[in-house]
Every structure is written in C-alpha cells, then in structure tokens.
C-alpha cells in the first residue's frame, strides 16, 4: 500500500556508525573472508567479554563460556533446543517477543503463557512464576526489557524472581537485547543476582545497541557446560556467524561506547514525545522504562487489536502491531515502534489523531 507511515518494525533509523562500517570493509579489503572458529573470532569474543565487564559488571571466561551466533535470534533458538526435549514446559511472560513460543514448539516443547500486566508495569512477579511452576518445568525466558511492552525488571524484582527459582532445576533465558535501552536506570542482568549466573544463559547482540539489524550478529554467555551443548547445534546448523559482521563488531564493542549513549539519548526524546502524543489523543500509554517500543491501550474504542490495526491501516495508512501479536494478553494494545524519525512520529500522530476522532461521530 502506497503512502503508509508505518511504526511497526524495531528497525533502528540510525545507520550504523560509521567505524563500524569501515571496519567491516576493511576487512573485506584485507580478504578476510573465510570461515571462523564456530564459536566465533576469539578477538571478537574477548572484547564482548570485556564489554559485558564494563558496562553490566557481567564476567565470562572468553574461551569457554560464549559463543557468536547469527542475531541474538539463533542464540535464543540453540538455547531452547539445548535444554528443551519432548514435553518439557517453557514458562514465558507476555505480551513478549513473537519467536519464543514457535521455537519452544519446533523443540518438542509446551509453551507455557504467564500474562503480565500493566498495573505491574508489565513486569514478571513472582506469585505468577510461582503459580506457573509443574513439575515439567524445565526454562523461564525473561524478555527483558521487554519488546513489545518496554517493562524492565529491575534489581529487587530480578532477586524475587530468584528466590522463586532458588528451589528448582529450572534454568533462565535472559534475552537481553535492549540491555542498552533503559531510561532512567542501567540494566540489570539476572545473572548478576546471587546463585543464578550458574543457571543463565543470557543473549544479547549487536542489532539494537549499534543499529546493525542486517548485519545479523549476535551472541550468548553462560555456564560451559551449557555453551559445549548450544555449541554443537550451532556448528551444524550454521557453522559461524558472518565473518565481516565479526570484524565490524570487534570495533564496536571496543570503541563505540559514545554512539550508544548518542542514540540512546534520542529514542529518549523520542518515547517521551510518543508518550505524551497518546496519552494527549485519548490512547492511555504505559511509559514504558526500556527498549523503543510504546503499548498503548484502545480498550476505550470497544474494538479488538486486530480490528483497530487493520481499519487504522485501511482509513489512515499507519501500520502498527496488534497486542496479540505478541501473547493473548496484548488482546485491548497495541505495538507501536519509536526507533523512527520525530518527522514520523509526529505525522503518524496526527493521522491516529484523526482516526480516533472519525470513531467517535
């Protein structure tokens, strides 16, 4: 459809800085472009663990305890397969990210819906994981931040969490790919909670923090023993991550710390004008504290997520994600991106604006 404003994509607007950029065609230049060990460049490896070190007081043996995979999507996908067989149950929170229930279906596994709510700020608390507890439970995946809802846990909730988990063989997936994007606090990993590093895998990457989306890198640190297993899916799957990505990332972790505190700066500007233009047009908004993504309610125009997406699309050509996209709990929301221009926010607003205003005649 010709002449869509759409805010429906976590595709960062900013380009790629440009010394990453450069670095990656150096090496190209360099004819650095044969395969690399499956668990990825070993400089590549160092720095991220230095970076992790640095920035989330996070420590990881660079040898042993991580592995570079392509996108933190497949990283989330070796580790349901690793630790997921027939039956096994999978607890996610929602709304969250799409890929997490298919995959915990294409490994045999029973994807196990624990809604969260707004009035907890969308946050995981422990009387629901709790509630949510079989003895076939095998994962918990913490999305946080969250996409689509922009919750953050932080550390009083995550140490809750932990005392629930304390008891149990239960393993976490912390797939923290927003860990950059928090406003008003640094993230916190649950791998940084007392006992539970031992028992995590967290995934993170390159997409979201350095604007590389096409570059397809990502990675995941946790116990060895666990990363042996993710590795030996990785390496037959995949074999390694894109070997120019790798060299791109090297620079990136190493030396652009300014560039995501500079962007991050932006989307901040960015959610507050969000915020404000729906809370202002009659849409009640969550402020969300993490990612770049608003979850705005429409409960108000008695129409379903489905309903209010596709008739906005239809009458005002904005595209934006129905809340049951993302878990049956997003039924009453909907997803709306701000990794745009002010430009396009500021025009998707107006037309949203329009459409609330011809339902009400």
Known sequence: MEGVISLGVGEPDFKTPWAIREAGIRSLEQSKTWYTANAGLQELKSEICRYLERRFHLSYDDRREIMITVGGS???DACIRAFVEEGDEVLIPEPSFVAYHPITVLAGGVPVAIPTKQEDHF?????????HITEKTKLLVLPYPNNPTGGVMRREHLEAIAEVLRDTDIM??????YAELTYGSRHVSI????????RTVVVNGFSKTYAMTGWRLGY???PAPVMEQML???QYAIMCAPTTSQYAAVEAARNCDDAIASMADEYDMRRRLIVDGFNRIGLPCFEPEGAFYVFPSIQSTGMTSEEFCESLLYHEKVAVVPGTAFGESG???FRASYCYSVNHIVEALRRIEHFLQGLQK
């Open 232 to 234: 030996k899916i990785h």
């Open 123 to 131: 946050r995981l608390t422990p009387e629901d994981l709790k509630a």
């Open 172 to 177: 976490v997936l912390s797939d923290e790919i």
């Open 74 to 76: 497949e990283a989330i």
């Open 220 to 222: 995941a640190v946790g």
């Open 191 to 198: 791998a940084n909670i007392e006992g539970m590093k031992e």
């Open 331 to 333: 039924e009453g929301f």
